[in-house]
């Protein structure tokens, strides 16, 4: 696996704004959103595009990018990638591992209790993956510190997989009372930012509803993303949240800030791992959720998301990132 280099490292990468893989219907995790993208009409005939070109390579399975190995005489079964989908072979090995591990604990009847385990699994791993990484980093280069929450303040990106994993952990851990607060808090986030761009919501008036008092109330079961976030200088990232002139001039160049790119790219690549293993093993919806409206959902209408999610209907259809 590739050093953590602090030159490499220092490139500007377009991140904050457009760092969620999108396994999108056609199960391609390579979709990035743009914060000056296409028009919705490109984006559309784009789509399609892709949908066609998609449909001329999928296998009997409808497999795209995984390929399942069976062995004759144990009758076990791992999983390939038919072609790599990151340019760092690591990715491409990580991925792979997600998928494997999707594969090895839902074997061939997926639950709940299954995805949460592997969910959980995968949200570990990223960050051991992530610590490793950063360990290798000079000292004192990285200005993440606890309590500093500016990154925290925008659309949050999760699957389904990650937003089952939080809610279950909130039930777990919250009273009814504590539920119903929360319920009410998701609903009035979600009434002010319905409708509105990422670059809107980038912004102090739209934190994630999982913020309290700078810092993140779901700490254990946070987004891959979230993992993969971080910053070499917390002063820019304040002022670009804050100061309207430094936002402004950082929105209009459409790419983040100074940051170490390796864990991005290994939430990305577990993320693509995961996105594969469940859309292409299970055909269940991977599709990018806005983690507010997806919360929301949830908290209004489980067990019935699940069910109808498990049975391969889409469920989170309201809670869909918009792509704008
Ligand atoms: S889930 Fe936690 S870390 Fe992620 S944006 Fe929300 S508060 Fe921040």
Request: charged letters at 25%; proline letters at 4%; aromatic letters at 6%.
């Amino acid at each position: 696996m590739r050093n953590v280099d602090s030159r490499a490292g220092e490139r500007h990468v377009r991140a904050l704004l457009s760092f969620w893989i999108d396994a999108d219907e056609a199960g391609l995790p390579s979709r990035e959103y743009a914060l000056s993208g296409r028009s919705r009409k490109a984006e559309r005939a784009a789509a399609e595009r892709k949908r066609r070109k998609e449909r001329a390579f999928r296998d009997d399975a409808g497999r795209l990018h995984l390929k399942l190995h069976r062995d004759p005489a144990t009758g076990g079964e791992h999983l390939t990638l038919k072609a790599p989908l990151f340019d760092a072979e690591w990715q491409n090995e990580v991925a792979t591992s997600a998928a494997n591990t999707a594969l090895g604990v839902l074997g061939h009847a997926p639950t709940l209790e299954g995805v949460l385990e592997l969910t959980e699994r995968a949200m570990a791993s990223t960050s051991r993956l992530i610590a490793g990484l950063l360990a290798r980093a000079p000292e004192g280069a990285l200005a993440c510190r606890s309590g500093c929450d500016h990154c925290c303040y925008q659309v949050v990106g999760v699957t389904a997989a990650e937003a089952f994993t939080i809610h279950a952990h909130v039930v777990r851990t919250r009273s009814t009372d504590e539920l119903e607060r929360l319920r009410a808090h998701v609903a009035d986030l979600h009434a002010r930012s319905r409708g509105l761009s990422s670059a809107e919501r980038f912004s102090a008036q739209h934190p994630c509803p999982f913020l309290e008092a700078g810092s993140c109330s779901i700490y254990e079961v946070r987004p891959l993303s979230c993992r993969g976030m971080n910053s070499l200088d917390a002063s820019e990232c304040e002022a670009r949240l804050r100061d309207p002139a430094a936002r402004a001039e950082f929105l209009a160049r459409g790419h983040g800030g100074r940051c170490f790119i390796e864990p991005i790219s290994a939430f990305r690549a577990v993320s693509a791992g995961l996105q594969l293993g469940l859309s292409e093993l299970y055909q269940l919806d991977t599709r990018a959720l806005d983690l507010t409206a997806a919360m929301l959902l949830l908290l209004e209408s489980e067990p019935s998301v699940s069910r109808g999610w498990l049975a391969g209907e889409r469920p989170f259809e309201s809670a869909v990132r918009d792509p704008r």
